[in-house]
């Protein structure tokens, strides 16, 4: 999947929440994508997971999908979460009791295992250091028979900026069945993947590179190159920001029974019949 500097992210989005929401047009169009997707779906959870929820701009349509769940907004950057305290303390005033905001990492979450019912990442899966890991984080989480909803970029996003700049300065996305591969690693069952094109025009060139300034994601791979962009470099951003193909991800995994124990031995269970 990426490969990403996960200090370098930090301090992207620390230095971007001020902007992000004004900026997030893409996250915010996929978010409501993914809302519609739940129509399909019966659950009733009892805790919701949103994680890396940067400022929660779904916090308050799940919790009115889901009244009687508790919310978990989950973010790496602190600035972010701050951000969300206004849709949060929303939420409590209706509730009265109110949601939880926890800064953590996606591969490191300070929840009991089992403790979700409803895991829900928009766009944020891409940010991961280690997405594998970040993966069996979720799936450790979840009880068994949870969902877990998210979208993530595949490997045509920015392809116009790619051919611009050159592979080394735009991140690298993971394939859809890499990441459905991915998902049955981690323990989750029978996963449903699909994707689609988006588009997004600027009437100024430099409108995508404004935008992905704004929102905080900028190049953040390890080993990238540092200091200021020439002059070359600048001008065909430029040049390729007037239009930028958006490879979105959308997939969602039930929570399969386990089938280890914590000790590591296998779980092999016996179906007892009748005799004929």
Request: glycine share 10%.
């Amino acid at each position: 999947m990426t490969e990403i500097d996960a200090r370098a992210a930090h301090r992207r989005f620390d230095r971007a929440a001020a902007t992000y929401a004004g900026a997030a047009r893409l996250e915010r169009e996929v978010g409501a994508r993914m809302l519609e997707r739940l129509d399909v779906v019966r659950l009733a959870p009892r805790r919701i997971l949103d994680a890396g929820a940067g400022p929660a701009p779904q916090a308050a349509a799940l919790a009115r999908r889901y009244p009687g769940a508790q919310l978990v907004a989950l973010d790496f950057s602190l600035p972010m979460l701050a951000r969300a305290r206004g849709a949060l303390s929303w939420l409590a005033r209706l509730r009265g009791r109110g949601p939880l905001a926890v800064c953590a990492a996606l591969e490191r979450l300070p929840l009991a295992g089992g403790s979700v019912e409803l895991a829900w990442s928009n766009m944020a899966l891409h940010w991961a250091s280690d997405a594998p890991a970040a993966l069996g984080e979720l799936a450790r989480v979840l009880a068994p028979g949870g969902l877990l909803m998210f979208s993530t970029l595949g490997p045509d996003t920015l392809k116009e900026l790619r051919g611009a700049v050159g592979q080394a300065r735009v991140h690298r996305f993971a394939d859809m069945h890499d990441v459905g591969d991915a998902l049955l690693a981690a323990g989750f069952a029978a996963p449903v993947m699909d994707m689609e094109m988006i588009t997004l025009t600027y009437a100024d060139p430099s409108g995508l590179a404004a935008d992905l300034r704004a929102s905080g994601q900028t190049l953040a791979r390890s080993g990238r190159a540092r200091g200021l962009a020439p002059r070359g470099l600048r001008a065909a951003l430029a040049a390729a920001g007037a239009c930028a193909s958006i490879e979105v991800i959308y997939g969602h995994a039930w929570k399969g029974a386990p089938r280890k124990r914590a000790d590591g031995r296998s779980i092999v269970q016996f179906e007892r019949r009748p005799l004929p």
